[in-house]
């Protein structure tokens, strides 16, 4: 009887719903814009979000707990060669950032977040490659004589020579391996074809393990590794997924040679705070106490010496209003004064993962130099400062 009932109302919702569309088609349309919405500051409807109140608190807490029992076997997947893809509702950050500073400790650790707007993925490697270098004189596992000999920087070297390099090193010790923790691989800063491959390359190398969370609402769709037979096939199957808004596509070879992926399921339920400070929320309009907000957050997770480069441009901003920006050339001498940088290479690492982060942009002088500049107002750059003391 219920079932008819429930059968009944969902029909006459259907039918009520077609009613109103063929009438409201036949009448006037309103005159009504989006731009006469009067949409709330940013900042504010931020703070409103963050003061919800969280609920089911309690099985929330023991599905993590469930999830953290599983640390041991995530580590035995790794040794096995695996990589280790978590998907499901919710931000998953914490969670695979914990299991990689417990589970992993004896590890190497580098996190890519995805979430950023752009990543160089050329300066991730790079840094892979030193750790590997610096493991493989460390731990003294093969003598001096056969190490790989390092003819040129590994900054000045071709991504092909990279990965090499990474897949190229002999250890004895079978289960030591430098985890790459991906949060959001299919982020904006990761989504485009060029990168996903470079990341697969990486994920295939011999002493290279990777620990991603997937997001984004259709991504389940490019899951399947989908074998095609000609070039139109390619591009028919890559118009489809871009119809329907997929986030990624991986190819057969992909999924199960070079990623080895091994899918988990874990929705935490849990907000994405720190994801969503770096996409505009709809229906919001921006400040610059946001922007500070967001610059903040970014500059705790660099290193105290690139704060204080940073925190040297923001000064010279600040005191020198009327000018275009700081040449790079001051900015390194002032640094190396302060013995913050040792050398112009280290500056250029700063500086890459200021423009990685959007903290900073460059500008061409009216002499002809390079200039760099903050793109926040005065207002959220003495904010900025004023937190980061």
């Known amino acids: 009887m219920d079932f008819h009932a429930a059968e009944e109302e969902e029909f006459g919702f259907s039918r009520n719903y077609f009613l109103a569309k063929e009438m409201g088609s036949s009448g006037k349309k309103s005159a009504c814009k989006l731009s006469d919405i009067n949409v709330v ?31 041991p076997k995530w580590v035995f ?12 509702f919710g931000s998953k950050k914490s969670l695979i950032e914990d299991f990689a500073s417990t589970a992993l400790a004896e590890h190497s ?71 790459v923790v991906v949060n959001n691989i299919d982020g904006p800063g ?16 011999s002493y290279i393990r990777v620990v991603a969370s997937i997001d984004h609402v259709n991504a389940p769709l490019c899951k399947l590794g989908i074998e095609v037979d000609s070039i139109l096939e390619f591009q028919l199957l890559i118009s489809v997924f871009f119809l329907a808004g997929c986030a990624l596509v991986w ?23 720190v994801e969503g400070l770096f996409l505009p929320l709809i229906l919001a309009h921006g400040s610059s106490k946001q922007s500070a ?28 209003p009327d000018d275009e920006g700081m040449a790079i050339d001051d900015l390194y001498s002032i640094s190396r004064e302060r013995f913050l940088v040792s050398s112009q290479v280290t500056l250029n690492a700063h500086l890459t993962e200021f423009k990685d982060h959007e903290l900073v942009k460059t500008k061409r002088h009216s002499d002809g130099q390079d200039c760099l500049y903050i793109p926040l107002t005065k207002e959220g750059l003495e904010k900025l400062l004023s937190e980061m003391s």
Not at 77 to 88: H, S, T, V
Not at 125 to 137: G, P, R, S
Not at 190 to 205: F, G, I, K, N, V
Not at 251 to 273: E, G, S
């Open 293 to 320: 907000k967001t610059a903040l957050i970014v500059l705790q997770s660099l290193t105290p010496n690139a704060q204080s480069v940073f925190r040297i441009l923001a000064e010279y901003q600040l005191s020198h």
């Open 251 to 273: 190819d057969k070879k992909m999924v199960h040679a070079q990623f080895n992926w091994y899918w988990y399921h874990v929705p935490t339920f849990a907000p994405y705070k």
């Open 77 to 88: 997947d790794l040794r096995c060669g695996f990589g280790l893809l978590m998907y499901g």
């Open 109 to 179: 650790v580098v996190v890519i977040n995805g979430y950023l707007q752009s990543i160089n993925i050329k300066q991730v490697i790079i840094a892979l490659a030193e750790i590997l270098w610096e493991q493989l004189k460390l731990k003294r596992k093969v003598s001096s004589q056969s190490l790989p000999k390092v003819q040129q920087p590994f900054s000045s070297r071709s991504m092909d020579d990279l990965l090499a390099f990474l897949d190229g090193p002999e250890m004895d010790e079978k289960d030591s391996f430098i985890c």
């Open 41 to 71: 500051d940013e900042q504010e409807l931020r703070e409103a979000s963050a003061n919800l109140e969280p609920k089911h608190q309690n099985d929330v807490a023991d599905l993590i707990n469930s999830y953290k029992s599983l640390y």
């Open 190 to 205: 990761l989504r485009d074809t060029e990168t996903q491959q470079y990341l697969a390359r990486l994920a295939s190398c």
